[in-house]
């Protein structure tokens, strides 16, 4: 279904350009903005954005249009005499997604993917038209722009979604970083991250815009099972294609005694053609539940031995400012004779062996008199000297003064990633200097394997 609107918008009224491409005054032309072939839809418009590239000039002129006038469909583009090539967005206001100067040609002109904490954003619902016109003295040409859908929609449905699953994040890999005015995407890829909606009944939907990937494209979950991370292997999508809906149903069950993901894959129209892609079984550990088994994997956890005041047994200290010390002191004590006190820029560690995916309870209690003291506990799956994800047990927050010995990880089980044989426990300090005996006490520190 082909259908459009007419958009004739006043420059002098509602449009704002950046920067200044002409001075002259010039003609008010009519423009004409219509959905192209294939849109059935249009987003919600409430302005556009053009770009005018001047033969002449060699420059790009930007505008802003905002609809105005009691119908808020009329715009007219003043500009002076001469050849140019139009070019008109809609959803593109946010100047962080634009790589504009107006020395660049259209080519050169790019809309890309916004970066965020977590990762690269969605797009928004991108549509571009093209045109060529012609501006002459005491003639007035209508200027038509066919608005073409330039990015695909992701939509996930995930069924099942059991009630201790939380953070759940989507990535979508391999997705084109930016597109460029002629509506051609380049090669450098980013992984998109979106939050899933919550689920509602069990049942939790959430679409994302992308640009199209140029070859396959891929999947991935992260989650967590109580305060376990998770992350999925990827799923290899066979195609998402501008002005095209990509849905994925994910079933969550349990086969027999095994856990997994059915992924039912269809590709829906905005044009209303349908795609099937196969479907993806993915296991999904079960949350670490139960208790530590009473065998602490820690040498020394509680700082018995060693020399007075010297290095615990079974510690090492690490490289940091030039005054740094981890001495066992008497007080203050929360279990047994002794504890460590961490002085200094430096840290405090011990590696200890483990099982791949296991389940391990971990135990530190940290106590800071001071709020001079800065620190915070930085612990590290490992396999052999890589280092693997460990979000959940380490925090990327300074500490300072604490109301006494605090358990850091609140006797929490945390599951290790399937390839890890080594853990890092590790404490640091970051005072610049030696402060007569203030720093960082530590005790009572176990990691149990939950069996």
Known sequence: MKWGIVIFVWIAWGCQ??????????????????????????????????????????ETGFYECNLVGTSGDRFNLELPSGTYTGFCMVNVEDKAVREYSKTKTPGQIFIRLKQAEEGY???KDYLLGQTDFTIQEDKQEEVVFDLERKVARLRVIIENVPPEMNNLMLHVTSIPEKMNLLGEYTENVQTVVKRAERAQEGVSTTSLFLFPARGNCGLSFSYKMGATSYTTSVHELSAL???RITEIRVVLGRPGEGDFADFQVNIKGWDENVISDKDWYIDIPAACKGKGNGVNLVRNGSFEEGKWEGLPLGWNLGTGGADRQAIRVGSPVLEGKKAVCLEGKTYLYQDIPVRGD?????????????????????CTWMSGTTNLPSEDIRTSEYHYQTQGYMDVFRNQIFRSPATANKLRLEVRTYTPTLMSGIGLYVDAVQVELVE
């Not at 001075?23 to 919600?44: D, H, K, M, S, Y």
């Not at 389940?359 to 506990?377: D, G, H």
């Open 121 to 123: 954003c969605e797009t």
């Open 17 to 58: 350009h950046e920067p200044e491409p002409w001075t002259e005054e010039g003609r008010g032309t009519p423009v004409f903005v219509r959905a192209g072939n294939g849109i059935n839809q249009l987003p919600p418009v409430t302005g556009y954005q053009v770009f005018v590239y001047d033969e002449k000039t060699r």
């Open 241 to 243: 294609l501008a002005n």
């Open 358 to 378: 296991a389940c391990y309870q971990f135990q530190l209690y940290a106590n800071s008199p001071s709020e001079e003291v800065k620190w915070r506990w930085w």
